[in-house]
């Protein structure tokens, strides 16, 4: 079974909006960390933001936030005020901690398009 | 150099062919890591290196044979490839890898992009 669900192929945003693209989990690990990575075309993965099990408070860096809902098994990426630059593919990935070391399990990845 | 890097970005290969994907990393990690990404795939783990010693063989072919010669290069020996091995082939490099995300994100180069005809 997947264990990392991103439901959106695709995703159009306008310049200086927000945009939620959404990832889904699934785990029976009560300790797991939630990553975000960006893919610009040029293909390399480009490390967003982290969210461990137990943080309390929803991971936020610069432009990006986490809204972690533990319960639902929810880790969206919040991107505020989009630029154009953000255009890329975004990846969902999650660790957890029974596989004994640093196993990224990752989703198929929302392509987000910014237009001006 | 800084971070990641990976040559070459490009590779066209026969099945017959033998070549090598190089990784280096300047971040003082000590964990490595190779990645396959196929179109419409989620991304596979293929190889953990950690402390130069491998722990991880993720079910790959041995036609794909990882080297770590020390803690900041990494190779992919590629011999006698399909062409379903075409594909994005991602090297990554963490602190290490105990489990604590301070020291365990996942740091990614640019790719090599292989063609296998």
């Known amino acids: 079974a997947q264990k990392i669900t991103q439901t959106q192929p695709g995703m159009f945003v306008q310049e200086k909006e ?3 693209l ?3 989990y699934d785990t029976s690990d009560q300790s797991y960390g939630l990553f975000w990575y960006k893919q610009p075309s040029s293909g390399e993965m480009i490390f967003l933001i982290y969210q461990g099990s137990y943080d309390e408070q929803n991971a936020t860096e610069g432009r990006y936030s986490l809204n972690f809902q533990k319960a639902r098994k929810s880790a969206n990426l919040v991107i505020s005020a989009s630029q154009l630059g953000d255009s890329a593919m975004y990846f969902c990935a999650m660790r957890e ?3 004994g070391f640093q196993k990224l399990v990752f989703g198929t ?3 987000l398009l910014v237009s001006p | 150099e800084t971070g990641v890097t990976q040559t070459p970005r490009h590779l066209v290969m026969g099945m017959t062919n033998k070549k090598s994907l190089k990784c280096e990393q300047h971040l003082g990690h000590n964990a490595m890591y190779w990645y396959k990404q196929s ?3 989620p991304l596979e783990l293929m ?3 950690n402390f130069k010693e491998q722990t991880e063989n993720n079910s790959v072919p041995s036609r794909f044979s990882p080297e770590c010669p020390n803690s900041s290069h ?3 020996h590629l011999h006698t490839l399909q062409p379903e091995d075409s594909a994005l082939y991602l090297c990554a490099s963490s602190q290490e890898t105990s489990g604590s995300p301070d020291t365990d994100t996942q740091y990614f180069g640019p790719g090599t992009r292989l063609t296998v005809l």
């Open chain 2, 47 to 49: 190889f953990v290196y």
């Open chain 1, 109 to 111: 990845g929302t392509r």
């Open chain 1, 18 to 20: 927000a945009v939620t």
């Open chain 1, 97 to 99: 901690s029974s596989t």
């Open chain 1, 22 to 24: 959404d990832c889904t």
């Open chain 2, 39 to 41: 179109a419409k795939k």
């Open chain 2, 74 to 76: 990494l190779f992919l």
